[in-house]
């Protein structure tokens, strides 16, 4: 009985896990290329279809949520009525855009390409759904905690078992913090390695990384030129610089919002520590003063 709290928690946060797989793997190219159509008899990045292992673990987590979904559907039938009005009626708009984009495949030069284009940004509207509903709640609801009752600890000190439970429920209850510390981590590691590669003007050799082979006098690579000297921008571990940039700054702006939020929780619990000692100085003047009061008729 006790086991199977543990396994409810774990199996009712996988597509959480899962998610984290998606952004740990969102970063990298690592990607089986199913066709591809050459381009001026050369490779182009916007004229293949792919299938990348974010994309197994994206699939991977729309399904459990899913299944999660089914397995608890009034309970998030009871949060979409209580979501805003305003959200719910906004929620389905992006799904215009890839309507949209199904209909545009079938006047397209290259219908396949179009199709799997329009197929990636279905699963982009599916992300956003799932972002929405299930990880935006992680920022602001209170987490659910194990407590003891889940365990066996006969022979362990109360104290040890509250470190113990503290660990567990940093591994296995998801927060909004760890996501931010993937995105975070994410980041720096792709900003030291775009750094380097344009510092050396070369790839860097992660080929099992899949990462994109570049060099300066490699034609398709994206470059700049500057007094006449072609330069190469640096891709970090994703296809291209620009989806690079782009992740860079979500990364920025998510490294910023921690900041701000600890210093913000490091200024509550100042304030809660001022009022703390303030409450007991006062308590203590008054227990002083009452000692005075009962002293002063023996003086007399």
């Known amino acids: 009985m006790k086991n199977n709290k543990l396994k409810s928690v774990i199996f009712e946060k996988l597509d959480i896990w899962l998610f984290y797989g998606f952004l740990i793997t969102s970063v990298l190219s690592i990607r089986k290329v199913l066709i591809y ?12 279809i792919y299938l990348y292992l974010s994309d197994i673990f994206l699939l991977l987590t729309l399904i459990s949520w899913l299944k999660n979904i089914l397995h608890n559907k009034l309970l998030y039938l009871s949060r979409f009525k209580n979501n805003n009005l305003y959200l719910n009626a906004l929620l389905p708009l992006p799904l215009f855009l890839v ?57 362990f000190t109360p104290a040890y078992k509250l470190r113990f439970l503290d660990k567990i429920n940093s591994l296995i209850v998801p927060t ?23 510092i050396s003007q070369q790839s860097l050799g992660f080929f099992w990384l899949f990462e994109s082979q570049i060099a300066p006098d490699i ?25 690079l940039g782009g992740f860079l700054v979500i990364s920025i ?3 910023l919002l ?19 000692f303030e409450n007991v100085s006062s308590e203590q003047n008054d227990l002083d003063l009452k000692n005075v009061t009962l002293l002063i008729p023996l003086l007399d």
């Open 99 to 155: 309507l949209w984009s199904f209909i545009t495949a079938i006047w397209s030069t290259n219908q396949l390409v179009a199709l799997y284009r329009a197929i990636k940004l279905l699963a982009m509207f599916f992300l956003y759904v799932y972002v929405i509903m299930r990880i935006v709640p992680l920022f602001h609801v209170e987490q659910f905690s194990i407590s003891s009752e889940s365990f066996i600890f006969d022979r």
């Open 37 to 48: 159509f050459p381009i001026n008899s050369n490779f182009n990045e916007w004229g293949g």
């Open 253 to 255: 702006i998510f490294t």
């Open 258 to 276: 921690l900041i701000y939020t600890l210093k913000n929780a490091a200024t509550g619990q100042l304030i809660k520590k001022n009022v703390a």
């Open 176 to 198: 909004g913090l760890q996501i931010i510390k993937i995105i975070i981590y994410s980041g720096f590691i792709q900003a030291i390695i775009a750094i380097i590669q344009f």
């Open 219 to 243: 034609d398709g690579v994206a470059k700049i030129v500057f007094n006449g000297e072609k330069f190469i921008r640096s891709y970090g571990l994703f296809p291209h610089p620009n989806i």
